[in-house]
């Protein structure tokens, strides 16, 4: 199975290509009108974008554009961030600077919004979490992640303080 932006499976040709194509346009749909449905009236996004991948980028702004269509407000302007740039010239990328994600934390959680989408990789939900955990007072109402459950050992790392949707729950009672 794949996810990512539309063109991959549509403007190249590769033969040896196949699978299950899941649009990252409509990535985030299935969380979002849950949380819709469960009385969410707003939201913050904040995610990657690079030039190197489209999928995170489109994600975010799909899964936006989804929620606005619900009649979900933003509570925020979206962050939109290069995961492989240094915004402080402090020789760490901003996936895993300490400061640049307790920043991007505390702007999302300040939001006040009732749910979180976020299109992140794992260094940054990492950290995104600490920074939470630390502050003690984020508890949106919803929070979802593209890496949600894209790794065994990150799912058993898990707790129920950090449990989120993400686009894929794979588990026999879902």
């Known amino acids: 199975m794949h996810s990512g932006p539309d063109y991959f499976y549509t403007e190249f040709y590769n033969k040896y290509l ?41 994600t975010c702004q799909y899964g936006l554009e989804y929620a606005e269509s619900l009649g979900i407000k933003r509570a925020m302007p979206r962050i939109t961030y290069d995961p492989d740039a240094n915004h402080d010239n402090d020789n760490k990328k901003n996936k895993i600077d300490p400061e640049f994600l307790k920043s991007m934390a505390e702007e999302i959680c300040q939001s006040m919004a009732d749910i979180y989408l976020l299109c992140v990789n794992h260094e940054e939900a990492k950290g995104l979490i600490d920074h939470w955990r630390a502050m003690g007072t984020c508890q949106p109402k919803g929070l979802w992640m593209t890496c949600t459950a894209w790794s065994q050992s990150k799912i058993e790392e898990s707790d129920d303080y950090n449990y989120a949707f993400g686009a894929g729950q794979w588990h026999k009672s879902m």
């Open 18 to 58: 196949f699978g299950i194509h899941v649009s990252s346009y409509k990535y985030s749909y299935p969380a979002v009108k849950h949380f819709a449905q469960n009385g969410a009236t707003t939201i913050a996004v904040a995610g990657r974008k690079s030039s190197s991948s489209l999928f995170f980028d489109t």
